[in-house]
């Protein structure tokens, strides 16, 4: 499998560093969300569900890798934080239980984003940030797992909710379109 490839090296593929925008929102995020479930959708090496698990999120990662999920478990095991990794297949995934917070970095599957939406609870946020085509995509990547541009927003206008920031950045090293939605207070 390509990502067990892709996480065999000791360093980490996309660093230790979490999501820019993830960073820059944590503590908005805090007050934006009734509790403090998080789900961490293709969580790879757990860089993202440790800088949640820091922040007193009990947090959940789903990956296809389980070397990818070994690194994870050993990074929170040294960090003494209390996640839960998990070994998912995302295609047709079911979510089972709901969350405050869901993530989805790095990581397109069309079909998933409803059921992410209504695996959120009521008042729930979903930070999504992933790759947008363009000219400096990163390859080989096939076309159908790129955003297009305009799309994210598109995909979540029609969720009840709102859509707090959503924003393109064509033009960095790796493109991305990024978007923060929270489902309506009152939406089951």
């Known amino acids: 499998?390509?990502?067990?490839?892709?996480?065999?090296?000791?360093?980490?593929?996309?660093?230790?560093?979490?999501?820019?925008?993830l960073a820059?929102?944590?503590e908005k995020l805090k007050l934006l969300c009734p509790g403090r479930r998080a789900l961490d959708v293709a969580c790879g090496e757990g860089r993202n569900s440790i800088f949640l698990a820091r922040h007193g999120f009990a947090v959940t990662?789903?990956?296809?890798?389980?070397?990818?999920?070994?690194k994870a478990r050993r990074w929170a095991a040294r960090e003494?934080?209390?996640?839960?990794?998990?070994?998912?297949?995302?295609?047709?995934?079911?979510?089972?239980?709901?969350?405050?917070l869901i993530l989805n970095c790095n990581?397109?599957?069309?079909e998933l984003i409803p059921r992410e939406v209504a695996a959120l609870v009521p008042g729930g946020v979903l930070l999504f940030d992933t790759i947008l085509a363009g000219a400096n995509a990163p390859v080989p990547h096939r076309p159908e797992y790129l955003l297009q541009p305009g799309e994210l927003c598109r995909l979540f206008t029609p969720f009840p909710g709102s859509i707090l920031f959503c924003e393109e950045f064509p033009a960095d090293p790796s493109p991305t379109a990024k978007l923060i939605f929270q489902k309506r207070a009152g939406e089951r």
């Not at 490839?5 to 660093?15: A, F, P, S």
């Not at 990662?61 to 070994?70: K, N, Q, R, T, Y």
């Not at 998990?86 to 405050?100: C, K, M």
């Not at 990581?107 to 069309?110: G, S």
Request: proline share 3%; aromatic share 14%; glycine share 6%.
């Open 1 to 21: 499998m390509r990502w067990n490839q892709r996480y065999l090296t000791e360093d980490c593929l996309l660093g230790e560093q979490p999501s820019r925008l």
């Open 24 to 26: 820059e929102w944590i």
């Open 61 to 70: 990662g789903l990956d296809i890798s389980p070397v990818g999920l070994a």
């Open 80 to 100: 003494r934080l209390a996640a839960e990794f998990r070994l998912i297949d995302l295609e047709g995934y079911r979510f089972a239980e709901t969350y405050d």
């Open 107 to 110: 990581f397109l599957l069309r």
